[in-house]
């Protein structure tokens, strides 16, 4: 199974080496880093030209304030033909968490993009409805940020 994946790492690699950074293989999966500015056409590539028809999920990750680059979007794309599962990889700095909507390539993007917004503060540029989706309004910062308190922020004190 793997070896057909990397086939389409190297698919992705052939129409464009800048899309590909480092391959990680793990467990029977495969993992490609791709840069920031690359994800979209990256996946209207695998999209359009391979079969990867459905978003299965996108999550982020906050790997600590400790660690550069701090945050990681995950694409776990899936292909209903050839039935293979592939995940991309955007890494992020704290300093600039953005990265371009995939609303474009796959519909069902738009809610796990608003919840890795509401819940990391990651910003996906071009979103049609960049809003919070799980948290209120007025909640004060994400949740899962590795930062954030355990009790949250206290509204007032109790002296």
Known sequence: MTEKLLGFVEKLREKNADWVGDVIEAFG??????PSGSIEEACYFLRDEHGFNMLADLCGCDRGPEEEPRFEVNYHLFSTTHHSRL??????SEDAPSVATVTDVWRTADWHERETYDLLGINFEGHPDLRRILL???????????DYPLRGYEPYSMN
């Open 29 to 34: 999966e495969v993992t490609v880093i791709v």
């Open 87 to 92: 995940r991309l990889k955007v890494l992020l």
């Open 136 to 146: 209120p309004s007025d909640f004060d910062g994400h949740a899962l940020r590795k």
